[in-house]
């Protein structure tokens, strides 16, 4: 995988792709059935219960990406990684049988190991970090398209999300003077609200309205893979103590956004979370992770066994 090394105690970061297309030749239906013995039994059951080849394809292509980085972070072998999923339905490693003192996502040298991933549309993404203090991480991919309702202009279907954004975030899309600019702007802050909630790990229980992203960087989807760090996350006073702006929302400090155009048609956000509970804040931003398009099943499979 395509990693980052920042400086210590900076975090190290990678981010990793795999498109459908690849995916297609990562597995490929005369190959998908052998592809599953290499994940656990419950992965396989909950991609087998995908309706469509595609996703089943992207999901798949999700798990080996993950057990592929754990196997190279943790160097242990392929069999010793279990994998686990919180009540929210997160994906978290669960510790390393040959020692019980590594706590899960911990490496041997207390480097922690956070990671996430997401699919959409076209691409399955994988997000993680190396530090060495307790963060979490999450990202989220979507496809810039409108509904699928036939002849629905994108004026409707934005009107649709109205009340996911707050109103400064809903003049911002709509102060685009085209609808690919509305809709770019659209997808942009919803893969930001998602990669928080992910990185919280609170799924459903977040009100996407109580999050508020001010968007002060042009992302250009005619460069793909290049990133901006600039979106600032407000939250509306609730019971923490944040700084407080100017006009009375509170802004943490201990999160990091991310956002990648991966072609022209997808775009990504990263959300890097630290433990502000134990004073472990982020450092300045950092340079933004480097994308790694992934080509082929090999990359994937050096490592792998069946399970």
């Given at each position: 995988?395509?990693?980052?090394?920042?400086?210590?105690?900076?975090?190290?970061?990678?981010?990793?792709g795999?498109?459908?297309?690849?995916?297609s030749?990562?597995?490929?239906?005369?190959?998908?059935?052998?592809?599953?013995?290499?994940?656990?039994?419950?992965?396989?059951?909950?991609i087998?219960?995908?309706r469509?080849?595609?996703?089943?394809?992207?999901?798949?292509?999700?798990?080996?990406?993950?057990?592929?980085?754990?196997?190279?972070?943790?160097?242990?072998?392929?069999?010793?990684?279990?994998?686990?999923?919180?009540?929210?339905?997160?994906p978290?490693?669960?510790?390393?049988?040959?020692?019980?003192?590594?706590?899960?996502?911990?490496?041997?040298?207390?480097?922690?190991?956070?990671?996430?991933?997401?699919?959409?549309?076209?691409?399955?993404?994988l997000?993680?970090?190396e530090?060495?203090?307790s963060?979490?991480?999450?990202?989220?991919?979507?496809?810039?398209?409108?509904?699928?309702?036939?002849?629905?202009?994108t004026?409707?279907?934005?009107?649709?999300?109205?009340?996911?954004?707050?109103?400064?975030?809903?003049?911002?899309?709509?102060?685009?003077?085209v609808?690919?600019?509305?809709?770019?702007?659209?997808?942009?802050?919803w893969?930001?609200?998602?990669?928080?909630?992910?990185?919280?790990?609170?799924?459903?229980?977040?009100?996407?309205?109580?999050?508020?992203?001010?968007?002060?960087?042009?992302?250009?989807?005619?460069?793909?893979?290049?990133?901006?760090?600039?979106?600032?996350?407000?939250?509306?006073p609730?019971?923490?103590?944040?700084?407080?702006?100017?006009?009375?929302?509170?802004?943490?400090?201990?999160?990091?956004?991310?956002?990648?155009?991966?072609?022209?048609?997808?775009?990504?956000?990263?959300?890097?979370?630290?433990?502000?509970?134990?004073?472990q804040?982020p450092?300045?931003?950092?340079t933004?992770?480097?994308f790694?398009?992934?080509?082929?099943?090999?990359?994937?499979l050096?490592?792998a066994?069946?399970?």
């Open positions: 995988m395509g990693t980052v090394t920042r400086g210590f105690p900076r975090p190290r970061c990678s981010l990793s795999v498109t459908s297309t690849a995916a030749h990562l597995c490929p239906p005369q190959v998908f059935e052998r592809l599953l013995n290499y994940l656990q039994p419950e992965e396989r059951a909950r087998s219960r995908f469509r080849q595609r996703d089943a394809l992207l999901a798949m292509a999700g798990r080996l990406m993950i057990r592929s980085y754990l196997v190279e972070k943790l160097k242990v072998p392929w069999d010793n990684v279990r994998l686990g999923r919180t009540p929210e339905n997160k978290f490693l669960v510790g390393i049988p040959d020692n019980d003192r590594i706590p899960r996502m911990t490496c041997s040298n207390g480097i922690h190991i956070a990671f996430n991933v997401s699919h959409h549309g076209d691409w399955t993404v997000a993680a970090v530090a060495p203090c963060r979490s991480i999450g990202v989220d991919v979507m496809r810039i398209e409108l509904s699928m309702i036939p002849g629905e202009s004026d409707v279907f934005l009107d649709c999300f109205r009340s996911q954004l707050t109103p400064r975030e809903w003049s911002y899309v709509r102060a685009a003077t609808d690919r600019g509305r809709l770019e702007r659209f997808y942009r802050l893969c930001l609200k998602e990669s928080y909630v992910k990185a919280v790990g609170q799924g459903l229980g977040i009100d996407l309205r109580t999050l508020e992203f001010v968007i002060q960087e042009p992302l250009d989807a005619q460069r793909p893979g290049q990133a901006v760090t600039s979106p600032l996350l407000f939250i509306p609730l019971e923490k103590d944040y700084p407080t702006d100017d006009i009375g929302f509170r802004v943490p400090e201990s999160y990091i956004f991310e956002e990648y155009f991966l072609d022209q048609n997808h775009c990504a956000a990263v959300c890097l979370a630290c433990d502000a509970a134990r004073g804040l450092p300045a931003p950092p933004p992770a480097r790694e398009r992934i080509e082929t099943v090999n990359h994937l050096r490592q066994q069946s399970l």
